[in-house]
């Protein structure tokens, strides 16, 4: 384990929610920048998503209650659709490792491995209260927000409950857990098995069933191809039928994979109706429709609200301008390399705290919070796509910011790889990839990867 301590600058006393990547980057920046960071998390041990969890009995299976009773949505077979190379924080490369999972695109046991290692060789473990859920986070002296505004946070750990006071909270509790729903008519009153794919872990209770997936993207290709050797049908829901190439090549494939339009209605004699009029009577419906940002324990009197899945106002994703840096948000954006995302925002609130680096006025970022919206509405992007970046070069600036490094060729180049190889061949990409041959050459001797053969 490394020791890794600045004490020379103003040191915070900061309260990190959830112990995920970004909750796990986050304690390690703050304690190197010389603050007293506590983490709370509500699971038995670390890895956020990564901390696969079978038991999902309890769950609602519409994601309908206020508190979610399972964190990760993870299922059994989930294989990495990142490669391996590009996901590793910029001095932690995620690296194959004798024993283990060693491929590419590994399965999700791996990369929860490679969050133990992260916290072992920089000790991160002794920062985290494991089992604490965090219940209620409020200010202590609104309506007062000035320079010492100051957190309130309750949590309850084997049913106790604590409250304690922090100069800062760090809110990074991930938002693929609470289910996003389509509104379809007769839904309420559907009377077999509907579920979201927050709770699907195998594919053993959909035997011989008439199976609608409703989504194609990740989940929705992932748990349909897992269902044709299983259930007797599967009717893939989709909003377009301008599919993938690889997706259709996978439907013309299995004689029981059929795709349809979006649904119309659902009727209570079990017939699902699509808006092209064809219907069938099916057993199940998985809901893949993505998942929702949610925050139920944070009370900001309305200074940051959840308004259609866009979570504001938010200076660069992470800081609201009234309470930052006191309070922050990380692992917010979405369609980026989630990891040195994370590390990069991590250094930034750390540095902001102990006075490193001030931020903008609250005038100028808040015109910031304008144009970049106005951006979005003006590129037609929903609103419920806010955080939706995928754009390289906004990661690049963002870095800038804190002069982090800006993201290798290299990572770029195997990220666009994998997209574009998964868009054609859906089945195999995560096992055949010649075209990165190359590449994989560049990065594997490149100062991320050598770093590690020096002493
Ligand atoms: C099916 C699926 C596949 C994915 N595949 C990939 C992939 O291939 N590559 C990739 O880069 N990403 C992938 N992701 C995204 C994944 O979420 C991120 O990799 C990463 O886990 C985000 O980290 P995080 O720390 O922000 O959130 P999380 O990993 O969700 O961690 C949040 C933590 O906060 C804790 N928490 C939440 N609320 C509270 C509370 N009230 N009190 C205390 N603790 C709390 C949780 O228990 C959890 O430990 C996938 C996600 C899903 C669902």
Not at 404 to 427: D, G, M, T, V, Y
Request: contains cysteine.
């Amino acid at each position: 384990m490394v020791s890794e301590r600045n004490s020379s600058v103003s040191s915070k006393k900061v309260c990190v929610i959830g112990a995920g990547p970004a909750g796990l980057v986050a304690a390690r920046e703050l304690r190197k920048e010389g603050h007293s960071t506590v983490v709370l998390e509500q699971s038995h041990d670390v890895g956020g998503q990564w901390l696969y969890d079978p038991k999902v009995e309890e769950e609602n299976p519409l994601g309908k209650d206020r508190f979610l009773k399972v964190h990760s949505s993870i299922y059994a077979s989930l294989r990495l659709t990142s490669p391996r190379e590009i996901m590793g924080f910029t001095d932690f490369p995620f690296v194959a490792r004798k024993g283990r999972d060693m491929r590419r695109f590994p399965g999700h046991e791996e990369l929860f491995l490679y969050l133990q290692d992260f916290c072992e060789r920089f000790g991160l473990r002794e920062m985290i209260r494991f089992n604490t859920r965090v219940e209620h986070v409020e200010m202590l002296d609104y309506p007062v927000l000035d320079d010492d505004l100051k957190w309130v946070v309750r949590s309850k750990a084997a049913e106790k409950a604590v409250e304690e006071v922090y100069d800062a909270v760090v809110v990074a509790t991930g938002h693929y857990s609470q289910p996003r729903l389509p509104r379809i008519k007769g839904m309420d009153t559907w009377k077999r098995r509907q579920m979201h794919s927050h709770i699907y872990r195998v594919p053993d209770p959909f035997k011989n069933e008439v199976v609608v997936v409703v989504g194609n993207s990740l989940s929705g290709q992932d748990i349909s191809i897992e269902l044709v050797n299983v259930a007797k049908e599967i009717h893939l829901s989709a909003k377009s039928l301008t599919i993938s190439e690889g997706l259709s090549k996978v439907i013309s494939k299995y004689h029981n994979l059929h795709l349809h339009p979006q649904i119309e209605s659902l009727h209570e004699d079990g017939r699902v109706l699509f808006v092209d009029g064809s219907w069938f009577v099916a057993d199940t419906i998985i809901y893949c429709t993505g998942y929702s940002y949610s925050f139920p324990f944070l009370d900001t009197k309305g200074i940051v609200v959840v308004d259609d899945d866009r979570v504001g106002p938010l200076y660069e994703h992470t800081f609201p301008p009234s309470l930052a840096p006191s309070l922050s948000f990380i692992g917010i954006p979405r369609k980026i390399i989630g990891f040195p995302f994370f590390e990069s925002q991590a250094k930034w609130i750390a540095q902001l705290l102990s006075g490193k680096r001030r931020l903008p006025s609250w005038e100028d970022m808040m015109q910031s919070i304008k144009e970049f919206y106005h951006s979005r509405d003006v590129a037609a992007i929903p609103k419920h796509n806010t955080h939706d970046v995928a754009n390289f070069e906004y990661c690049d600036k963002y870095a800038d910011y804190i002069d982090f490094p800006h993201l290798e060729e290299w990572r770029k180049e195997l990220c666009l790889s994998a997209l574009r190889n998964s868009e054609i061949n859906l089945e195999t990409y995560r096992d055949s990839y010649e075209e990165d041959e190359e590449m994989l050459r560049v990065a594997h001797n490149s100062p991320h990867f050598t770093q590690l053969d020096r002493p």
